[in-house]
């Protein structure tokens, strides 16, 4: 008898049991963690694993951003949808331009916009009964503004 990969299986067991506050939680989390690995990506010497590891990830962690944008309630969210809806096109843009252009800017924005944004959510979260605690250990700053720049 052959078992699978229990982490798989734990993973795939949170995934069908959690409530979609904390599915949108996950996902943030899915795409810093593969924000923070497309960042290794510049340290590598060997130029295929640098594109590979930049590449890559940057096309994951865009993947999850665009499933957050198409799930964005447009007709019932009001002004909120709107504004997250221009907040993750612009987290788009900037790491088709970071990817294309191999530059790492972009992704450092985004990555500390996205946890601002995680953090917040996983705080709403909290005061609902509904949470995980901060995968940063830090809380918003209240002086970093998320409106997009350019």
Request: glycine share 8%.
């Amino acid at each position: 008898m052959t078992y699978g990969n229990p982490w798989q299986s734990y993973r795939q067991v949170a995934t069908r049991t959690a409530s979609p506050g904390a599915l949108v939680l996950m996902l943030y989390d899915g795409a810093i963690r593969f924000l923070n690995q497309a960042l290794q990506g510049f340290e590598r010497e060997d130029p295929l694993e640098f594109h590979q590891l930049v590449n890559n990830n940057l096309l994951r962690a865009q993947e999850i951003i665009n499933e957050l944008n198409l799930s964005l309630n447009m007709a019932e969210g009001g002004e909120f949808a709107q504004r997250m809806r221009g907040l993750y096109t612009y987290f788009d843009s900037r790491l088709q331009q970071s990817n294309a252009h191999k530059k790492p800017d972009g992704i450092h924005d985004v990555l500390q916009r996205l946890t601002i944004v995680r953090d917040a959510w996983a705080e709403m979260q909290a005061r609902q009964g509904d949470a995980a605690p901060s995968s940063t250990g830090t809380q918003p700053s209240p002086s970093v503004s998320l409106e997009a720049q350019g």
